[in-house]
């Protein structure tokens, strides 16, 4: 099995598919599928971009979507026309495409689950689909497979490529379990108090932790100096909430919606029930950078003194050149950590990994 990558910017859609395809020259015989991902700047021409990748390299099935960035090849773009790709030579039993329109089904119905169960899935999904989640649940339960990817991020339309273009939904590939994956996944917040308990809540607003007003714990952990103006905390401080069950203590972020001081209430981006554990944590860049190489090790610790074969690499839209000083700071990471293999990557809305849907992260799949 083979897999090659390319990633290309130009001044439109036209100069950065030809780079595209001038890279990946001679190095696509024999590949059915492959991954697309284009900055938003590129979302009203990802037809045509397709149409070229398929008459121009010969391999006709695609998945992908559109994010504030791409990366690949220790690099990365943003707000710019670019595209970052990856094929590979997968027999057509190895993969199935899936899109909101009732591919799923179809696996059962053909039998392709029973055959190659538990699948590796890569997900899309459209961040302003109201049942994106149960969608993502279902999925991976249906199938029993482990699911990667991330969201659309767009400053205009959704699109989102399943062998067609589609919007709305979840969509994506899954992939023959025959193709051994490994995963991590790198957190771009660090906790700033203990993890507390949610003794009072409605929905997705905390009223008590730990017995006491949400919003005096809050100012508590955060400390003096940023309680005196909480307007200054929008975008810095988040919640988390821990995994259960996880043993490298991983926990999913959610933001802050909305305080009440009168009442001490803090409203959040998920809903809770009385008996969860939360903490507070802040965006950190230096904790980010430490927690990214944290990550690389784990991953190439579980290698055995293989080297990978490609990689996948969804990362938020608030990391970056929105939290590292060097934009390029984690494509570079991971090309210094497993050399020059092909991968390919984008920067979304959400980040999933192990079927939950994350925040503020970075989810590496290295492919055997």
């Known amino acids: 099995m083979s897999f090659a990558a390319a990633i290309s910017a130009g001044t439109n859609w036209q100069t950065a598919t030809a780079g595209i395809v001038e890279q990946l020259a001679g190095r696509t015989d024999g590949h059915r599928m492959g991954f697309v991902y284009a900055t938003d700047a590129l979302t009203e021409m990802l037809d045509p971009v397709l149409d070229m990748l398929k008459q121009e390299t010969g391999v006709m099935d695609w998945t992908g979507t559109t994010g504030y960035g791409v990366c690949g090849g220790g690099e990365s773009h943003f707000d710019r026309p670019a595209l970052s790709v990856m094929t590979c030579d997968l027999d057509a039993s190895d993969y199935q495409l899936f899109s909101p329109s009732g591919e799923l089904a179809a696996l059962e119905a053909g039998g392709w689950k029973e055959s190659f169960a538990p699948p590796l899935i890569i997900a899309h999904g459209d961040p302003g689909s109201e049942n994106l989640l149960q969608a993502m649940t279902c999925t991976a339960t249906t199938t029993g497979g482990f699911m990667i990817g991330g969201l659309t991020a767009s400053r205009g339309r959704s699109r989102q490529i399943a062998g067609r273009m589609i919007s709305g939904g979840l969509s994506g590939v899954m992939l023959s379990p025959e193709l051994e994956a490994i995963s991590g996944l790198s957190q771009g917040c660090t906790p700033v108090g203990p993890v507390?308990?949610?003794?009072?809540?409605?929905?997705?607003?905390?009223?008590?932790?730990?017995?006491?007003?949400?919003?005096?714990?809050?100012?508590?952990?955060?400390?003096?100096?940023?309680?005196?103006?909480?307007?200054?905390?929008?975008?810095?401080?988040?919640?988390?909430?821990?995994?259960?069950?996880?043993?490298?203590?991983?926990?999913?972020?959610?933001?802050?919606?909305?305080?009440?001081?009168?009442?001490a209430l803090i409203a959040i981006g998920d809903q809770v029930e009385d008996g969860d554990r939360m903490m507070f944590v802040r965006r950190d860049p230096v904790g980010a950078e430490q927690d990214m190489q944290r990550m690389l090790e784990d991953v190439a610790g579980r290698l055995d003194g293989r080297q990978p074969r490609g990689a996948l690499y969804y990362s938020c839209v608030a990391r970056g050149p929105g939290l590292f000083a060097d934009p390029d700071f984690e494509a570079k990471a991971i090309r210094e950590q497993f050399g020059d293999i092909p991968f390919t990557g984008f920067f979304g809305n959400g980040e999933i990994s192990n079927n939950r849907l994350y925040s503020y992260t970075g989810v590496l799949t290295l492919l055997m």
């Open 196 to 263: 507390h308990n949610i003794t009072e809540s409605v929905e997705h607003i905390l009223v008590t932790l730990d017995d006491r007003p949400a919003l005096d714990v809050m100012k508590e952990d955060i400390g003096e100096l940023l309680s005196r103006d909480l307007q200054q905390i929008g975008g810095l401080i988040h919640v988390a909430l821990p995994i259960a069950g996880s043993d490298t203590g991983e926990y999913v972020v959610r933001s802050l919606v909305a305080l009440d001081p009168e009442r």
